[in-house]
């Protein structure tokens, strides 16, 4: 007999075909086998109408004294079940729907876990969120050794905690340390981690794996005990668990260990991992069904708060985008795309390489000797070796990737490129000369991506002969982990380029919003008044610190003045005076980044900026070594400040800055450079680190009133005069009434 764990064996086809989710088959050695296929859906979820179809099941496993053990598997090719259904989510009204409905799916999961036959999960593709916990409730779990087969609890990147009781069940089976850092990071679980932690009982090839879960459920029947892994009381982690999870002190210690370590990390902006190691203390000290019913509570606060709403908004929005070709019409289709070249193996040539062959692309990468290709390559084989080291990756697949990448000094081997990105110094003349190249060496039908960072796509494409076919691909660096890529688009880029350019970028992994071209296009622009800002905010006698601690106290990963150093002062100086020229005073900087310019100060990358960098004796140490370098002041003519007490309050200081960046995201909107506000916020928020939890700055207006945040500007305009002149989009929006989003 042969089976995949999406097909079931000849003896069952009898099971009824129905409209329902759930079906059973019962086999001729007494194992009902229970499928799980939500009619009508590519993938699993779970949906609080499917309480009485689990309870019908359990049910007739209980009675039928045929049955001795059951296994629930999926009937989906390529899914376990892959959470809970998040439109669900939105339909929840008030606070006491959310916990009724909580209660509801702790009744239909302990129906599961007390059956008094055993049941085994079989598990191939996604077990999340609710998945995972349906999974952890039954008695063993045998998963497919596929790389699709992931588990994990990630709730609280949706600013939730898991509500079908998977925290405390993770945690009876392996440790409390476990369940905390899965809950509190949402990171997946693979099926070797899941064996090694003793959360399954096998790991299998896919085509076996409905066999050997029924062999599972089999032995437990019979009384058998499960053999998972367990850890030694005498091993490094038995004897951690023993001092710390086995008595109440050690227990309090963990718990607090646990808040502040992700304290840290929040700034207290997301209330999630509160209530997760608050239940996980509950859960330790009166035992699940105690802990179920602060469960039921804290989901129903988390799932009607904003935060939890704004990080809900994301995930639609990015989920709208995977489905978006990018263009208005939705049936342009884009070219194909095999053979990806790249022009400059720098860091975000190499980068961009790297996303490319990853992904499956050909890629030919070129610079201008070999020397410059050399250090391309070993950023490349840096990356893999990287994965490699953290076993995220075979020596074959890597092997395999290097395989995909060749490299060149000239245009060889680029005849037959479908797309050229180009990643070469920001210096328009440079761009347009390698574009008549490219244009010289490939095909008609070649594809010009530039990667400017600043540069109008238009003008680079002034000197093409073929500027329908010159597009915008803005990636962020490093290019392997961050999230977004902004394609811009000129008034005369087919929609088929950009279409083109979308779908390269999703394969890539990248998160794809499409702009309309102008200087700055939308991410680099909004960073411009904010970054400005904060080099006022200097000018007033604010230190460096306080004015970046004000920022990322506010949900920023980093400040205004870290952020200059990251891109460089020298990079800031060049857009300046471009932004300037295109946007007139709004975009007039202070003098400081010219004379930190005239001083020598390119920031992070020769290591002297507003902060000085340890070096990399210190970074290997694993200290940064950063630290603000006083000297900056005197180079600026000012005194050295007292951080401690700024003359600008804490809150003016952040208000100002981020108030500059939403309005300069609501002039782009206004001027058509945007698409969308969603596209705006996810813009923010993927490229540059808007915080996410207020779901990006045009949520964030909505939320704060359009008309009050008007105000505070035009105040701001009062004081400064014309760079706070207001958004005319901000503007309308006020005078009506109304909300960015509908
Ligand atoms: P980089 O200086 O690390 O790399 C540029 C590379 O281009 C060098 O290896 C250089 O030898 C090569 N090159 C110069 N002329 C060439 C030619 N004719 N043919 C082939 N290769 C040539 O610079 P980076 O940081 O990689 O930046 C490249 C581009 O990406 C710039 O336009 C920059 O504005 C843009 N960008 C940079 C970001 C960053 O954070 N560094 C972020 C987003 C865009």
Redesign the pocket.
């Known amino acids: 007999m042969t089976m995949d764990s999406g097909s079931r064996p000849s003896s069952e086809k009898e099971a009824p075909v129905t409209d329902k989710a759930l079906s059973v088959a019962v086999r001729p050695d007494g194992i009902a086998v229970v499928t799980f296929d939500v009619p009508g859906a590519t993938m699993n979820t779970l949906r609080a109408d499917f309480v009485a179809e689990f309870t019908r099941v359990v049910g007739e496993i209980a009675h039928n004294p045929d049955v001795r053990a059951a296994v629930l598997i999926s009937g989906k090719r390529d899914s376990f079940i892959a959470g809970a259904d998040i439109d669900m989510l939105e339909a929840i009204e008030t606070a006491a729907d959310a916990e009724a409905m909580v209660r509801r799916g702790h009744h239909a999961v302990a129906g599961l876990a007390k059956l008094d036959k055993p049941l085994v999960a079989a598990v191939h593709g996604p077990a999340l969120g609710g998945g995972f916990e349906v999974a952890l409730a039954c008695n063993g779990r045998v998963l497919s050794d596929s790389p699709k087969t992931v588990l994990g609890l990630p709730e609280v990147q949706l600013g939730l905690l898991p509500g079908l009781s998977g925290l405390q069940r993770l945690a009876a089976l392996t440790s409390l340390q476990v369940a905390l850092d899965y809950g509190l990071t949402g990171k997946n679980m693979r099926p070797r981690q899941a064996k090694s932690l003793g959360v399954a009982d096998d790991v299998v090839p896919a085509p076996i794996l409905l066999e050997v879960a029924v062999e599972l459920a089999k032995k437990l029947a019979a009384g058998e005990r499960p053999k998972r892994r367990r850890k030694s009381r005498l091993s490094p982690e038995g004897l951690t668990k023993l001092a710390l999870e086995d008595n109440p002190l050690g227990r309090s210690l963990l718990f607090k260990k646990a808040r502040e370590a992700f304290r840290k990390k929040t700034g207290g902006h997301y209330p999630a991992p509160e209530h997760i190691v608050d239940l996980l203390e509950r859960y330790a000290a009166d035992g699940l069904e105690a802990s179920q019913e602060q469960e039921a509570q804290s989901f129903a606060t988390l799932v009607t708060s904003d935060v939890s709403k704004n990080l809900r908004s994301i995930f639609f929005a990015t989920t709208a985008l995977k489905k978006d070709n990018g263009v208005d019409d939705a049936s342009v289709e884009p070219r194909d795309v095999k053979k990806v070249a790249v022009?400059?193996?720098?860091?975000?040539?190499?980068?961009i390489a790297y996303v490319s062959i990853d992904k499956g692309y050909q890629v030919r990468m070129?610079?201008?000797?070999q020397a410059?290709v050399g250090?391309?390559i070993g950023y490349v084989a840096g990356i893999l070796d990287e994965r490699v080291k953290r076993r995220r990756l075979e020596r074959p697949g890597r092997a395999e990737r290097m395989g995909r990448l060749s490299t060149t000094v000239d245009y060889r081997g680029m005849e037959d490129a479908d797309l050229v990105i180009?990643?070469?110094?920001?210096?328009l003349a440079?761009?347009q000369?390698?574009l008549r190249?490219v244009e010289e060496a490939c095909g008609a039908d070649v594809i010009f991506a530039?990667?400017?960072?600043?540069?109008p796509i238009a003008k680079i494409a002034e000197a093409s002969s073929r500027p329908e076919n010159v597009v915008g691909m803005?990636?962020?660096?490093p290019v392997h982990k961050m999230p977004l890529l902004e394609v811009i688009r000129t008034a005369k880029t087919a929609d088929e380029v950009v279409a083109t350019a979308v779908r390269v970028g999703k394969k890539q992994g990248k998160t794809v919003i499409v702009v309309n071209d102008g200087v700055g296009f939308y991410t680099s622009r909004a960073l411009g008044p904010y970054m400005n800002e904060a080099s006022y905010l200097l000018t007033e006698g604010v230190a460096v610190e306080t004015i970046d601690r004000a920022l990322t106290s506010f949900g920023w990963p980093v400040g205004p003045l870290t952020l200059v150093d990251?891109?460089?002062i020298d990079?800031a100086a060049h857009v300046g005076p471009i932004m300037l020229e295109a946007f007139g005073d709004r975009l007039l900087p202070p003098p400081t980044i010219e004379r930190l310019v005239a001083d020598g100060r390119k920031g992070r990358k020769n290591e002297r900026g507003f902060y000085r960098y340890g070096g990399d004796e210190k970074r290997k140490k694993g200290k940064s070594g950063k630290e603000v370098d006083v000297t900056v002041y005197s180079v600026l003519g000012l005194e050295v400040p007292n951080a401690d007490k700024p003359p600008v309050p804490m809150e003016e200081i952040r208000e100002r800055c981020n108030l500059q960046f939403v309005n300069e995201a609501f002039h782009c909107f206004g001027e058509g450079i945007l698409r969308s506000p969603r596209d705006g916020d996810i813009g923010a928020i993927f490229g540059l680190g808007f915080p996410p939890f207020l779901g990006g700055p045009f949520r964030y207006v909505d939320a704060q009133g359009p008309a009050r945040v008007l105000e505070r500007i035009e105040r701001y305009e009062d004081r400064f005069g014309a760079r706070w002149t207001p958004a005319p989009a901000l503007v309308d929006l006020a005078r009506h009434g109304r909300k960015s989003y509908g």
Do not use: C, P, Q, W
């Open positions: 022009l400059g193996a720098g860091l975000m040539g190499a980068g070129k610079d201008r000797d410059a250090r391309g180009e990643a070469v110094f920001e210096d440079l761009k000369r390698v190249e530039s990667n400017t960072s600043s540069i803005h990636y962020f660096s990251e891109v460089g990079v």
